[in-house]
């Protein structure tokens, strides 16, 4: 079993629907969770970060971390079709040592006129 | 305007060749990392650094090799005895060490002649 999970999707929305995008994960020790955008034949762009549980919100993206049910979600509100890319999840464990990230395999989004 | 630059873009290798894939960050970031990304199965790390003249091995070390001479640069060389080196290739750096978002370059797809 991987240690993070996600779907690969394709996901397919029309424009201005909200989107959820949701990880699930074994390793209680992750306290430190992303969001990257990732855009075709592109590096990944962080999008969200967050420490612990709780909710955070940018813009039109909301980030929910759920510790006790190992569970992570972006939520993208009023969507367009440039929210069309992979959506990769990732976290990482405890301070003092290398930032050593742990990724989904990516969620491909779709976002139709 | 600060960020990383991954080049060349594109890079075919011919058999029995090495190759070096270069990463410069002027993010004055401590850490670097070097990923590969294969379709459905996410970023894997091949090797990291958390500082200058230290780099440790990932979780697919085998077949490749880096140096850290200097904080802003991290080349990858990807050498014969990586037998399946078809693959895009993601550069990244953070600050420190902890936990940090790591930021990524655009990446060089690698092919084989």
């Known amino acids: 079993q991987k240690e993070v999970e996600q779907d690969p999707g394709p996901l397919s929305v029309p424009e201005g629907a909200i989107v959820s995008l949701n990880c699930t994960y074994s390793?209680?020790?992750?306290?430190?969770f992303m969001w990257y955008r990732q855009y075709s034949r592109k590096g990944p762009e962080l999008l969200m970060y967050?420490?612990?549980?709780g909710n955070k919100e940018d813009g039109r993206f909301t980030a929910q971390v759920d510790k006790s049910s190992k569970y992570i979600s972006l939520f993208i509100r009023d969507s367009q079709p440039s929210d069309s890319a992979t959506y990769l999840c990732?976290?990482?464990?405890?301070?003092?040592?290398?930032?050593?990230?742990?990724f989904g395999t990516g969620t491909r989004l779709q976002v139709t006129l | 305007d600060g960020g990383i630059t991954q080049s060349p873009k594109y890079l075919f290798r011919k058999e029995g060749q090495n190759v070096t894939l270069s990463c410069e960050q002027n993010l004055n970031h401590d850490a670097m990392y070097w990923y590969r990304q294969d379709p459905g199965q996410g970023l894997r790390l091949i090797y990291y650094s958390q500082i200058v003249n230290d780099f440790q091995k990932g979780d697919i070390a085998e077949g490749y090799s880096v140096s850290r001479e200097k904080k802003e640069s991290f080349p990858l060389t990807v050498t014969s005895a990586q037998k399946n080196p078809t693959a895009f290739y993601l550069c990244?750096?953070?600050?420190?060490?902890?936990?940090?978002?790591?930021?990524f370059g655009d990446g060089t797809r690698l092919s084989i002649l």
């Open positions: 990244a750096s953070s600050q420190g060490a902890g936990n940090q978002p790591q930021h």
């Open positions: 967050t420490y612990s549980s």
């Open positions: 990732a976290m990482g464990k405890g301070a003092g040592t290398a930032s050593k990230l742990t």
């Open positions: 390793n209680s020790a992750f306290q430190y």
